[in-house]
């Protein structure tokens, strides 16, 4: 025990620790440490020192610095040495390839008889009307009738006049690239007019609000959580973290993947299905860099409390993002609709940034979405340059280098074609419908909805019987809606196509009707897609999840062995 740490606690006049300090100094433990260390020499003192400092740090980042946590580290490496055990591992190979054989191309996207895949260039061009004959046979594979409303969210517009404005400016729009501002001033003019009005709609300041298009909502997200991870890489945070809660949308997972940060999940309440406010202030720490809140998250269409979720970010100093992707262009015109709602947007102090799909519930083509800040000083941290590089000055706001430009203008048309009253007007009807379906899912038996939606979202699940039974009773009369995990339930996300007369009655009557089918056997098992997700969730071993997820991944890309060598034609 040297002087020196002595003469530190002398300097910084702190009588409190040296009296600890003496008392430490001169007790027994001191001695007998002092007396195990007389047969050594120095330099072995300072070696064994400095292995055990490297042992011990080592040890407590396995321990503790992991983005997962150590008891459930600890399961899954129970699994996977499980899964190498010979005999098991021929079990679960077996189990693998015949799972893996159903989510082939051939068995989720079967071709009409006749059809092949090409997979070579024509080697001669094709017509204008030879094409266009084709497409009609492409198209011809589409059976699930969105137009109908027989789908949850998907198409949420698909509105026949904006079809035709929107092609039209696509058209003239088809060339232009917004990377080159000098070239098409006019889609910069667009592009800049979509941020300002979405700035406006959720009460951003109009001399600091600032923001993107972006080409998604799942790009607004991985933005804001790079531009929280540069700020925090500022202020000196090594491994930032998003505490967000667990019924975020998975783009934030994505982020924390990408960028290298750490998600923690924050609990829900079991009945509001919205976020803990009290369990989200415990999982801040020294390291986190944003808070997070859905308006509505995904999967219940219920809102987490956006004002307690900003108070605790002025508290602590921290970053606060709403996540409006699904709710963004519906919110800010429920109040006139008739349906007010708490508020959520750049009037609550302390809400830094939104991200809002324009491709959802702002009814343009897919492929916009914005992401909007609160003041400047935050989106430079969104920005990326490269001063140096050989092709010029290289400077841009998000991922993409070269974009659409006929999607931003196709955008900004839909805005300017609906105005403030056609978002209303159709918040309005998709508001009602979903209150409706809510109200009559209320009322069938052996179901139960989660939450209290407060938007275009209901969800349900059963004590009674396994849901995704009725899921795969419902696909089989022609509707496709949202299969759910943990807790097990589906929704449906109520669009335009679903206030059409009479769908909503018809989705309640099949549901009825499926429900009294099911119930005559409450005990049996969930067969199809229903079947795959109900055993997906119950695995403990999530990489076998994951391995069968890229076996659904590849086959979107599987060309099969139905495919034409020559070259010469689409299909006969
Ligand atoms: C749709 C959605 C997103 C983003 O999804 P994209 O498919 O990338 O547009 C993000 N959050 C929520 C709550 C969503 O519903
Ligand atoms: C919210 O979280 C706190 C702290 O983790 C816990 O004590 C409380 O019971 C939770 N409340 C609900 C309603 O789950
Ligand atoms: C919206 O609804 C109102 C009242 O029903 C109607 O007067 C108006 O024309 C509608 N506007 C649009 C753009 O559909
Ligand atoms: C849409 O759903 C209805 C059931 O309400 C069904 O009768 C119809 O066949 C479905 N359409 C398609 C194309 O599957």
């Not at 001695?31 to 292995?51: G, R």
């Not at 079991?270 to 998250?297: E, Q």
């Not at 508020?343 to 909007?372: E, M, N, Q, R, W």
């Not at 097990?488 to 009294?516: K, N, W």
Request: glycine share 8%; proline share 6%; aromatic share 12%.
């Amino acid at each position: 025990f040297p002087t020196t740490p002595r003469l530190l606690l002398q300097v910084y006049h702190n009588p409190g620790y040296l009296i600890i300090y003496d008392i430490f100094a001169n007790n027994l433990a001191t001695k007998w440490v002092n007396s195990s260390c007389s047969n050594l020499l120095p330099h072995e003192i300072i070696i064994i020192t400095v292995i055990t400092i490297f042992f011990t740090f080592n040890l407590y980042n396995f321990i503790f610095e992991n983005d997962k946590s150590f008891f459930e580290r600890v399961k899954v490496g129970f699994f996977y040495h499980a899964k190498r055990l010979p005999i098991i591992r021929s079990i679960v190979k077996q189990q693998m390839e015949s799972v893996l054989n159903e989510v082939s191309a051939e068995k989720l996207f079967p071709l009409k008889s006749g059809m092949h895949y090409l997979n070579k260039l024509p080697i001669r061009g094709k017509t204008h009307l030879q094409i266009d004959r084709v497409v009609e046979e492409y198209l011809s594979l589409d059976d699930v009738d969105w137009k109908n409303g027989n789908v949850s969210g998907t198409v949420y517009g698909g509105d026949a006049g904006l079809t035709d404005v929107i092609t039209k400016v696509y058209k003239k729009f088809a060339w232009s690239n917004p990377l080159h501002p000098e070239v098409f001033p006019g889609l910069r003019k667009m592009e800049a007019e979509i941020v300002r009005i979405s700035c406006e709609l959720f009460n951003g300041n109009p001399q600091t609000s600032c923001g993107s298009v972006t080409i998604g909502g799942t790009e607004s997200i991985l933005l804001a959580c790079k531009t929280y991870r540069d700020w925090a890489y500022g202020k000196g945070i090594q491994k930032p973290e998003i505490v967000c809660p667990v019924s975020v949308h998975a783009a934030f997972e994505k982020a924390a993947h990408y960028f290298r940060m750490k998600l923690v999940h924050v609990p829900v309440d079991s009945v509001t299905r919205k976020v803990n406010v009290s369990a989200m202030k415990n999982a801040i720490s020294r390291n986190t860099c944003m808070l997070v809140g859905s308006t509505p998250p995904f999967p219940h269409g219920v809102l987490d409390p956006i004002t307690e979720i900003a108070a605790l970010g002025m508290k602590y100093n921290i970053p606060v993002h709403v996540d409006a992707c699904l709710g963004g262009f519906l919110l800010p015109f429920m109040s006139d609709a008739g349906f007010p709602v708490p508020p959520f947007d750049f009037s609550v102090p302390g809400v830094t940034s939104i991200s809002a799909d324009t491709h959802k519930y702002g009814y343009s083509p897919k492929g916009s979405s914005v992401v909007l800040y609160s003041d400047k000083k935050w989106i430079h941290y969104q920005y990326f340059v490269s001063p140096d590089w050989q092709g010029g000055i290289y400077a841009t706001p998000m991922f993409a280098g070269s974009r659409s430009g006929a999607i931003i203008a196709a955008c900004w048309a839909t805005m300017m074609y609906f105005g403030r009253e056609g978002y209303v007007n159709r918040t309005k009807k998709i508001i009602t419908t979903a209150r409706y379906i809510e109200q009559g899912l209320r009322k069938i038996e052996y179901i139960y909805v989660l939450g209290k939606p407060e938007m275009s979202v209901v969800a349900l699940g059963s004590l009674d019987f396994d849901v995704f039974r009725l899921s795969t009773e419902l696909v089989k009369r022609g509707w496709n809606l949202n299969n759910l995990q943990f807790p097990a339930s589906i929704h449906i996300c109520c669009t335009m196509p679903h206030t059409h007369p009479g769908v909503a009655d018809r989705l309640l009557q099949d549901i009825r009707e499926s429900v009294d089918i099911i119930m005559s056997d409450p005990k049996a098992k969930a067969t199809g897609a229903g079947a795959i997700y109900g055993m997906a969730q119950s695995i403990p071993d999530r990489s076998i999840v994951t391995e069968i997820s890229h076996g659904f991944i590849d086959a979107l890309y599987d060309t099969g062995s139905k495919s034409v060598a020559n070259g010469n034609g689409y299909a006969k």
